[in-house]
C-alpha cells in the first residue's frame, strides 16, 4: 500500500541486510543504531483460548531503545509532506493530531525537543516506522520488551518491580512531558517502557474485548468469531490488565496525549548451528 | 463541507436505489455536486473520510486486480472475514443478505468480503467459498497483503487474532458503506435484526436532511 512515504530506506536496508550477510556473523548481531537486542521470550496474554493454549513465543527482535521524539518525527514529517498536521488525512489521523507543536514544522510551545512524539495516530506512527525501514513492534514482542527488570530478563521477581509500574500509573500525567531516556535502562538496555507514555503496537486491535465488557461471558460471545478465546489466564499482573484495556479502547486514527510509539526491526537468530 | 458531502452522497444511494432507475441523476443542490450526469460512478476525489482512500492492491477471488476505489458508485456491505472458518462466517454472509433485504433496494448493493487470512485464502479456497454459499456476482471476495488487511482492519475497527487452533478470532461487524466508501453504519454480532442498522442509515439521512 502506499501510505508508505517515498524515503528509500528500504532500498538501502536491502543493501545493508546483503553486506551483513557477507561480513562476520558478528557485525549481523550488532543492532542498528538506537535499537536494543531484545532476546525474545514467551508472552503469556491475558485471554486464554478454551484448550489453555495460548502462549506466544517471541523470537529475538531489535527495538529503540527509546520512544521516537518529537526531533525525530519532525525529520519524518519534513520528507513526507502528507503527514504535515495541516494536511493528515482525517481517516488517518484525527482532529487533534499534533495539536500540541506549535506549527507545520515547528515542534514548539511545550513540545521539546528530547521528548516523546505524542498524538499521533496509529497510522502515523506506522508510516514512520516503514520510513525509517523498521515497523512497530507486537504486542507480545512489547510486552515480553517491558517484562524485563533492571537487572534480569523477567523482572517480574524484582522487589520493587510492580511497584514501580504501579506507581507510574499513579501520577498524573505533567503537563510537560520528561524528555526520553531518564528512566533506568531495563535487563536489555530499554528505556522508558514504563514511567514516559504508553506506546502502539502494531497488533492493538488484537485484543478481542467489546468496549462494553473487558472480560469473557457470554454477553460477547456473539460479537466475535472464535469467541471463547476472551478470558483471562493471569489476574495478577494489574499493570498488563491496564495496558490491554487501554488498547482495547484505541482505534487507529486517534491521537491521545499520552500515546507515542518506539520502532521495531526483526533480529537475526543469535548462534552456529 | 462534510455534512453536504455526506448528504451528497446519501442522496446518491437513495437514487440508485430508486425502482427502475439504473443511473442516478445528479444532485444539484449542493455546491459542490459533481456532474456525474452521464457517469453511474462519481466522478473527483474521495471525500476525506472515504475508507476507499486506503492506497492498496487487492486481487479479487475470480482472480482480477483491484483497488477499493473500483467500488465507487454503489452502497456496499462489507465484512471481514476468512473462509476457513467453522462458525460464525457462514452466519456473517446469511446476515448479510438478511441485511440487504432489508434496505430499500437490495439489488443495488454490492456485498464484499475480504479476507483476514490471506495464506490460507487462496484464489481457489475463496472461489470455493463463494460456490459452497451459493454467492452471486453481486459478491466479491479480496485477498490483500497482511500488511494492507491490518490497515483496513483499523480503518473499520475490526479486532482479531490468530487463535493457537489455526482459526481467526475476529470481530462479528458487517460495515455499511456509502457510494463514496464512507463507513455510515456498522451491524454487530450475529444473528442481529438487521432493524438497527437500517434505523441508522435513515437516521444519518435524516441529521443531514
Known sequence: MRLRPTVPFRAAGLWIALAGLAAAPAAAYTPPAGMARVGGGTYAPLYRDADGAGDVAVAPFYLDRTAVTNADFLAFVRANPQWRRSRARRLFAEEGYLSHWAGDLAPGGGAVARQPVVNVSWFAATAYARWRGHRLPTVAEWEVAAMAGTRDADGRGEADFDRRIAAWYGRPRPAVLPAVGQTPANHWGVRDLHGLVFEWTADFNSALASSDSRRAGDADSGAFCGAGAVGAGDFGDYAAFLRSAYRGGLRGRYVVPNLGFRTALDAPARGPR | ?209
Open chain 2, 1 to 209: 463541507m462534510t455534512r453536504t458531502l455526506l448528504l451528497l452522497a446519501l442522496s446518491t444511494t437513495l437514487a440508485a436505489c430508486a425502482p427502475g432507475t439504473s443511473a442516478p441523476d445528479a444532485p444539484t443542490s449542493a455546491p459542490d455536486a459533481p456532474a456525474s450526469a452521464e457517469a453511474a460512478r462519481p466522478p473527483g476525489p474521495l471525500p476525506d473520510e472515504s475508507v476507499y482512500l486506503l492506497d492498496a492492491a487487492w486481487t479479487a477471488h475470480r482472480g482480477d486486480a483491484l483497488q477499493l476505489a473500483d467500488l465507487r458508485g454503489e452502497p456496499v456491505l462489507m465484512a471481514m472475514v476468512f473462509t476457513n472458518c467453522a462458525s460464525a462466517c457462514p452466519l456473517i454472509v446469511e446476515d448479510m443478505k438478511a441485511l440487504a433485504r432489508a434496505l430499500p433496494e437490495p439489488d443495488a448493493v454490492r456485498f464484499v468480503l475480504v479476507s483476514l487470512d490471506p495464506a490460507r485464502d487462496t484464489l481457489e479456497a475463496m472461489r470455493h467459498f463463494a460456490d459452497a454459499h451459493h454467492l452471486t456476482d453481486a459478491w466479491t471476495l479480496l485477498r490483500g497483503t497482511p500488511d494492507d488487511v491490518q490497515m483496513l482492519a483499523a480503518l473499520l475497527n475490526v479486532r482479531y487474532r490468530p487463535t493457537p487452533d489455526g482459526q481467526v478470532a475476529h470481530s462479528n461487524l458487517i460495515h455499511i458503506l456509502d457510494p463514496d466508501g464512507r463507513l455510515i453504519a456498522q451491524q454487530e454480532g450475529l444473528g442481529t435484526d438487521p432493524a438497527a442498522a437500517v434505523a441508522a442509515v435513515e437516521q444519518a439521512l435524516a441529521r443531514n436532511g
